[in-house]
């Protein structure tokens, strides 16, 4: 590669049209944390600050075509899945990722369970749950589920940081070499805590929880900063130790958009964003 090409990244997920969350979000983040970032789009969401209101499905062996396409050609040196909508893409992602060694012993894969907006509009079919647990977590070399998503994989319903514990260890069971299980849903906590598991050791990650209701798209940048990191060679501690300290600042610095919830913001990265082409 010439000196100027930066690692590649790809993210499995679907668009966002009000550009908060999503591959949207993704892209945002790869490009602010320094690495070439790639689309394999899985649904088109009619979307706005207010919610989902379309869910238009792409075909499973398109979403399989777009992994394939970039993976063989451009290659790929970590990759995460996030909205997957149906069992169906969650095997035709799986297939792909096999042939083309993401995941398992290959390229790290993050798999983001992302199952519904924060709004609760459903993002992924509920009878999907099975093959996200058994296709698609054994390849992961990390989950990052929030806690919504904790109690549908498995059924606990997270109260306290003990029970944080508890399911971080269930959700082992599922294959991944690594789980992180998010506190932010944890609302009478003070702090944000989240808790990472290697299947015998917790490293915890604290943070302040701020008082702001513009966080659409969190989840999506803390994963796609993890895979960031992961591209360019960090460990998984200091991945996730990074992935943190992105989110934090991008939540301080999220903004308002239309009547609804607003998207968490990766332009404390560019600190000259505002006068750029105008000053
Ligand atoms: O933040 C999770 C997420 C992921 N992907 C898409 C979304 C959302 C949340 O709304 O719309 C497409």
Redesign the pocket.
Known sequence: MGNNTPPRTLTI????SGG????Q?DLRTFFACGVHGMTAIT?V?V?NSLG?TGVHTIPPEVVAAQIEAVATDIGVQAAKT??LATAEIISAVAGACDRVRIGGDGTPLVV?P?S????G?P?LHEDALDALRDELFPRATLITPNLDEVRLLTGIDVRSRAEQRDAAKALAEYGSRWVLVKGGHLWDDPECLDLLYDGSGFTEFLGPRFDQEHT?????TLASTITAALAKGADMVDAVARGKAFIIESVRTAYPLGGGVGPVSARWRLPDADTFLVD
């Open positions: 997920a679907g668009s966002d908060g969350a999503g591959l979000a649904a969401t979307q989902v996030g909205m983001d992302v519904a907006s924060m709004h509009d993002l659409h798209g969190s989840g999506d």
